[in-house]
């Protein structure tokens, strides 16, 4: 969706509308189709056979909710972004941190570096000096050779294997251990099962060229050669909100029982558009924590800045996605999620996934700097106690109402609390004519 002035008033009063007018105002927007309605409208029915092809042992389908993050302008471009996700409050304030952002700053991204990397482990290798001379001398023949034999279709694309490299690694015991390195460029994919079968191709020519014997071949999901870099800026912000914001920064930065809550947030932004787009995102989080303790130390992968009276935000990271391979085109509720992104690249998708990471992060800390992280989520924490205790459609209003005074009062609440307020509701309320047992 180009920027247009539409959109801001389309994005505008969104999550007060009813689902259906949602999805009206959404085809309004470009970003679904009658036909996306339909699915939607029926459930997203998906054949268990689909599942059956991608997992064992399938029994059915594990459903999520499916939302969207409204007021992004990324890179000077709208974007709806979904989102399935089961936690309260992440959507809401991601969102409500993006139109802060979008009345007061910008958001810029970029991408460095293209390519991921798989080893071949030599455990015990005899010579490491040796090793290291016969990969060197013949490193142009085994990219040529892993081209050809196994990436044509990457290369075909403009990727497929660029270097090969060797690392000694350290043990604890008086042996040596070789590590060959294989970058590929794996172009819209995420590359991690095309990567794979490089390396084990690499396996056999690497064994007769050296003499030495390969123990295991895998990609690394700590991908420092490709990250991902995304900005914000927020003009003239009040100095004080600003200061306090570069002190929760450093509090992350700096400490990493901090690092963990405060990377776990930008994981709130993260994880669910991986998930609605079928991306893998245990590698994704892998690659992220790896990253995130590159220096020995776990540290927060954001950071916040005041400069001349603007607060300055930065996120970089591996996001190593992509936008065909695995279950991206398979899926279709994936499929239609990246449809709803109108991307046309993986460093595309990555660099909107960076984005929403740190203003998730921004909105995060902007909370537990203010009012604290609790009264975002309260409204929906009552709507999932009363939930929880049972209570029947016409007592939901009452029990909510009675919930959020208790909180008020008591400034806590829990599913006890509410299912003791129901039952003593269904005291004060007259009885059903007649009550159902319910049978097993
Ligand atoms: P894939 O196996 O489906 O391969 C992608 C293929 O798509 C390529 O081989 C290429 O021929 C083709 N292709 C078509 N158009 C392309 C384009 N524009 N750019 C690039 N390729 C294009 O998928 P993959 O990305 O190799 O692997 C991803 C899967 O691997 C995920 O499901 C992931 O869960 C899984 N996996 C991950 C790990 C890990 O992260 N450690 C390990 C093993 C497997």
Request: net charge neutral; charged share 25%.
């Amino acid at each position: 969706m180009p920027i247009n002035a539409k959109a801001a008033e389309l994005f505008k009063g969104f999550s007060k509308l009813e689902r259906k007018q949602r999805l009206t105002r959404l085809v309004e927007m470009g970003a679904l189709s009658p036909s996306d309605i339909k699915f939607l409208n029926a459930g997203s029915p998906i054949k268990p056979e689909l599942a059956e092809n991608l997992i064992e042992n399938v029994i059915g389908y594990f459903q999520l909710p499916l939302g969207v993050a409204t007021n992004f302008c990324i890179d000077g471009q709208d974007k709806i972004i979904p989102m399935a996700v089961e936690e309260t409050s992440i959507i809401a304030a991601l969102s409500k941190t993006a139109r802060w952002i979008r009345n007061e700053g910008n958001i810029s991204t970029e991408t460095a570096g293209n390519t991921i990397i798989g080893q071949i482990q030599v455990g015990r290798v005899s010579n490491f000096t040796q090793f290291k001379k016969h990969i060197k001398s013949n490193k142009t023949m085994l990219i040529d050779a892993a081209n050809r034999d196994v990436a044509h279709g990457l290369v075909r694309r403009g990727g497929g294997v660029t270097d090969i490299q060797v690392r000694l690694v350290e043990r604890d015991d008086d042996h040596e251990m070789a590590v060959v390195h294989v970058l590929a460029d794996p172009c819209d994919a995420m590359g991690a099962n095309i990567l794979n079968q490089i390396c084990e191709y690499l396996k056999t020519p690497i064994e007769n060229l050296t003499g030495e014997t390969v123990t295991m071949c895998i990609l690394s999901n700590l991908n420092d050669l490709k990250l991902t870099r995304a900005r914000v800026v927020l003009r003239n912000i009040d100095p004080n909100i600003g200061e306090k914001l570069a002190e929760a920064s450093l509090f992350a930065e700096q400490d990493p029982y901090r690092a963990a809550t405060s990377n776990k947030g930008v994981l709130n932004g993260i994880d669910p558009i991986l998930i609605a787009t079928g991306n893998d995102w245990r590698a994704v989080e892998a690659g992220i924590h790896a990253y995130a303790a590159r220096d020995g130390q776990y540290r927060s992968i954001t950071k916040w800045r005041m400069q001349e009276g603007d607060l300055i935000g930065t996120l970089e990271a591996p996001i190593v996605v992509g936008i065909v391979g695995g279950v991206t085109r398979l899926h279709p509720t994936a499929k239609m999620c990246l449809n709803m992104l109108e991307i046309e690249s993986a460093s595309e998708l990555a660099r909107i996934i960076a984005a929403a990471g740190l203003v998730q992060n921004l909105g995060a800390i902007r909370a537990l700097t203010s009012v604290g992280i609790i009264q975002g989520h309260m409204k929906l924490h009552i709507a999932n106690l009363t939930l929880g205790a049972g209570a029947k459609a016409d007592e939901i209003p009452l029990l909510q109402k009675r919930l959020e005074e208790v909180l008020a009062f008591r400034k806590r609440i829990t599913l006890s609390n509410a299912i003791e307020i129901l039952k003593e509701l269904r005291n004060e309320l007259p009885l059903p004519i007649k009550s159902k047992k319910r049978s097993v």
